[in-house]
């Protein structure tokens, strides 16, 4: 009888001990979102959302990544304001940008 009860204690603690160490949840990555930009960027200058201006480069395998939401797009080539676009971007997604 001693024998059943230590037995079953120790098939209790050993459960306790192995459920304390489950973690419930799921973990997912940092939300991020891309553009790119096709047509003829050259000498072009974006600005995302009033920020600094940066080149870019043409073509899907150029993608700048940014976060995910509403944002404004300006492109602006050899000073004169070409593009001005909002556009919503979801998490994981690339959104072309048309340049003129």
Request: aromatic share 12%; charged share 25%; with cysteine.
């Amino acid at each position: 009888m001693m024998k059943h009860i230590f037995i079953i204690i120790s098939i209790l603690f050993a459960l306790g001990f192995t459920a304390c160490g489950y973690k419930e949840g799921v973990k997912t990555g940092d939300a991020k979102a891309y553009v790119y930009f096709t047509g003829d960027v050259s000498n072009a200058k974006v600005t995302i959302d009033n920020g600094p201006s940066f080149s870019v480069e043409a073509g899907k395998d150029n993608i700048y990544k940014i976060n995910p939401g509403k944002h404004l797009i300006e492109i602006y080539k050899n000073g004169v304001l070409r593009v001005k676009r909002e556009i919503f971007v979801s998490d994981g997604v690339s959104k072309e940008i048309g340049v003129n």
